[in-house]
Each structure stands twice: as structure tokens, then as C-alpha cells.
Nanobody, 128 residues
Framework: QVQLVESGGGLVQAGGSLRLSCAASGRTFIISTMGWFRQAPGKEREFVAA????????YYTDSMKGRFTISRDNAENTEYLQMNSLKPEDTATYYC?????????????????????WGQGTQVTVSS
């Protein structure tokens, strides 16, 4: 089992920045990829970014590329999501997730059902 705990959410004004963290514990050696998703009230869970746990290769959804940066610290078993130039439409609960299978097609990083483990979520609210 892998446990994931997010932190770093909060209230920020439009144009501001936040850095989310996700600490992994347990059998972390089985993690292949970690990702970030978000879900706003009444909307489906949306892919944000993913990072290959060993190589550090990253994958982003186009709309967030350039504003959001995913990174990881293998020694600390932690992934991060740096969010800049935040907009009110970025308001959502942000979840980190971990895959244990290996995919060569980046599409599968965007599919929530392909992630075996999830954190409890952290709320990000961007005021206008």
C-alpha cells in the first residue's frame, strides 16, 4: 500500500502563487508515475500534470503548461506542484495520485482510473 498526503492549499488572490506538496509513504518503491488532478464543484476530475518517478519526465495538460510546474524529490518521496499566475477558474480541490503500472502512451497519465492510490485532496481557492 501507498499513502499520499497533500498539503499547501489555501486562499490566494488572482495572479498569486501556491506550491502544493504530496508526501508518499509505505511501499513507495512500487510507484511508477505520480500525478496531480483537480476537481471543482459539479465538474469532473481533471488531469493537471504527471511526473515519471524515476526519470523525472513530465507531462502536462496544455491549458496549464507554462503556469504550473510539477517536480519531485525522490529522497523525500514527495512531489510538488508549483502554481503561478493563478486564476479564479483554478479554484478546486487538488488531488495527488500514484500509478504503479508503466505506460508508454502519455494518454494514460491523464486517466484517473489508471491511478491506484489517491490523497485526500487539498483545497485551492483563488479570489478575483
Amino acid at each position: 500500500q501507498v499513502q499520499l498526503v497533500e498539503s499547501g492549499g489555501g486562499l490566494v488572490q488572482a495572479g498569486g502563487s501556491l506550491r502544493l506538496s504530496c508526501a508518499a509513504s509505505g511501499r513507495t518503491f512500487i510507484i511508477s508515475t505520480m500525478g496531480w488532478f483537480r476537481q471543482a464543484p459539479g465538474k469532473e476530475r481533471e488531469f493537471v500534470a504527471a511526473i515519471n518517478w524515476s526519470s523525472g519526465s513530465t507531462y502536462y495538460t496544455d491549458s496549464m503548461k507554462g503556469r504550473f510546474t510539477i517536480s519531485r524529490d525522490n529522497a523525500e518521496n514527495t512531489e510538488y506542484l508549483q502554481m503561478n499566475s493563478l486564476k479564479p477558474e483554478d479554484t478546486a480541490t487538488y488531488y495527488c495520485a500514484a500509478q504503479t503500472a508503466y505506460y508508454t502512451n502519455g494518454y494514460y497519465y491523464t486517466v484517473p482510473a489508471k491511478y491506484a492510490y489517491w490523497g485526500q485532496g487539498t483545497q485551492v481557492t483563488v479570489s478575483s
